[in-house]
C-alpha cells in the first residue's frame, strides 16, 4: 500500500504564500500512472477538494476559491507532488491532505489511504 507524506505547512500572514509538498512511498511506475489531488479538511467540517492534476502534469483543475492563487504541480522522478498557495486567506486555513484520484477532475473517490496532512494556518 502506498503511504502518503505531507510536508510544508505552517503559520503565515493573510497575503503570505506556502509551499506543500506531499512524497509518496510508490515505485515510479505506480506514481506516475495516477492523477493526483489536493485536499483540505476543518475541524467539523468534510474534507473538500482544492486541486487536481493529471498523471502527466499536463491538465490541472482547482475548485473555485483557490483559483489564481494556487498551483498544483508534480515531479514524478521525486514521486512527489507539489502545491504552491499564493494570496493566502485566513479561510484557507486547514489540514492539508493530497491523495490519488481516477482522473484529476474526479475527486469524489481517493484511491490510496490518507496521510497525516499538514497543517496550514493563516492570521488575519
Known amino acids: 500500500q502506498v503511504q502518503l507524506a505531507e510536508s510544508g505547512g505552517g503559520l503565515v500572514q493573510a497575503g503570505g504564500s506556502l509551499r506543500l509538498s506531499c512524497a509518496a512511498s510508490a515505485s515510479g511506475r505506480t506514481f506516475n500512472t495516477y492523477a493526483m489531488g489536493w485536499f483540505r479538511q476543518v475541524p467539523g467540517k468534510e474534507r473538500e477538494f482544492v486541486a487536481g492534476?493529471?498523471?502527466?502534469?499536463?491538465?490541472?483543475y482547482y475548485t473555485d476559491s483557490v483559483k489564481g492563487r494556487f498551483t498544483i504541480s508534480r515531479d514524478n522522478a521525486k514521486n512527489t507532488v507539489y502545491l504552491q498557495m499564493n494570496s493566502l486567506k485566513p479561510e484557507d486555513t486547514a489540514v492539508y491532505y493530497c491523495?490519488?484520484?481516477?482522473?484529476?477532475?474526479?475527486?469524489?473517490?481517493?484511491?490510496?489511504?490518507w496521510g497525516q496532512g499538514t497543517q496550514v494556518t493563516v492570521s488575519s
Open positions: 492534476i493529471s498523471w502527466n502534469g499536463r491538465n490541472t
Open positions: 491523495n490519488a484520484l481516477n482522473y484529476y477532475t474526479d475527486y469524489s473517490h481517493t484511491l490510496w489511504y
